[in-house]
């Protein structure tokens, strides 16, 4: 080292002269010595490196994470002089990200099981007790329910491996018209029984008889308008009336169609991360995950506000 930043210095706590002619090494853990030398080894060939994660240790003990990135210096024939490296503090995200998958951990094992047993009761209630004919209706819209939390549950883990890239889809045909239907209907008499939801097929109401087919896979479609499907019925006023329209031609459509518009701030950011505006409890992660996980199936999502309509629609592409 010929020559650190007062920040350096402020960060790992040593003065100037207990730096200056060490070697960078000297300041690593012995965990990311072994890489690191792998790393400068490629360094000297590449001229650069960029957001390297290491531990440093400071003069008090202290465990650092770090992102470096560095560039080579050479003169004009070609022969190395030093390098220039800049190094980005990220211990309160590494520890923050550490204490997120704890929890999420934590809540995967806590709430997985009561799911599964719901699941069983529910199950066991319709299939061997004398019910009425409403009561197993009921009962397997609590069955529902409950696989409905299961899949959320797995949804964080899938949402991870796409954003990260490692998602393999594995599409199946199925008819998406009955998972639509679920969820109008538990939403509808759990949590928003003060808008009417009505469903169209190719511009009619469904029958028993209609289908709408799409290739995907049927737990992160079911997720995805899920969320799309709550974000309009908590925009809608109370007595208003939403509509999911379907069809199944070349691709297939699922529009939520909902009074209200998009507020102007946000209409540009609609499907970005942690964008939210007038909810108490919103997160910005429904409209964005929704995005993430239709894509993720080969499919497309779009979103259409109109002032002059007072209407949303957000419309959603599936492969058929």
């Known amino acids: 080292l010929i020559s650190v930043s007062n920040t350096w210095l402020e960060k790992l706590g040593y003065s100037r002269d207990e730096v200056i002619g060490r070697k960078p090494l ?19 060939k590449t001229g650069q490196a960029k957001d390297l994660p290491y531990q440093l240790i400071a003069k008090d003990g202290r465990i650092l994470d770090i992102l470096l990135s560095s560039v080579a210096e050479y ?29 999420e951990r934590i809540i995967q094992h806590d709430l997985r099981a009561p799911a599964g047993n719901a699941i069983q009761i529910a199950r066991t209630l319709r299939d061997e007790m004398s019910v009425s ?4 209706r009921l009962l397997s819209l609590f069955e529902n329910a409950g696989q409905n939390m299961l ?12 954003e990260t890239g490692q998602y393999q889809n594995e599409p199946i045909l199925f008819d998406c018209l009955p998972l639509i239907a679920d969820i109008v209907e538990i939403l509808g008499k759990n949590w928003y029984s003060t808008v009417n939801v009505d ?12 289908l709408c087919f799409c290739r995907g896979v049927p737990k992160l479609l079911r ?14 006023p109370a007595g208003a009336k939403a509509v999911v329209e379907m069809s199944s031609n070349e691709d297939c459509r ?8 998009v507020p102007n701030e ?55």
């Open 75 to 103: 003169d004009a024939d070609g022969h190395f002089i030093q390098s220039l490296g800049v190094i980005e503090d990220i211990t309160v995200r590494k520890r923050a990200e550490e204490l997120r998958e704890q929890i």
């Open 266 to 320: 946000i209409r540009g950011r609609f499907f970005d991360k942690y964008v939210t505006r007038g909810k108490v409890k919103g997160t910005g992660l429904g409209t964005y995950s929704a995005k993430m996980m239709i894509e993720a199936q080969g499919g497309g999502i779009e979103m259409r506000t109109s002032d002059e309509a007072n209407e949303t629609v957000v419309t959603v592409r599936m492969p058929c």
């Open 223 to 236: 997720i995805a308008i899920q969320n799309l499907l709550v974000n309009a019925l908590e925009a809608s």
């Open 199 to 210: 469903i169209l097929v190719s511009g009619l109401p469904k029958t028993p008889d209609s």
């Open 254 to 261: 699922i529009a939520m169609r909902n009074q209200g518009v």
């Open 151 to 162: 899949d959320t549950l797995d949804m964080s883990l899938d949402l991870y491996k796409i």
């Open 26 to 44: 000297d300041f690593f853990t012995e965990e990311c010595k072994p890489r690191a030398r792998e790393d400068i080894s490629r360094f000297f």
């Open 133 to 136: 004919d409403e009561e197993k």
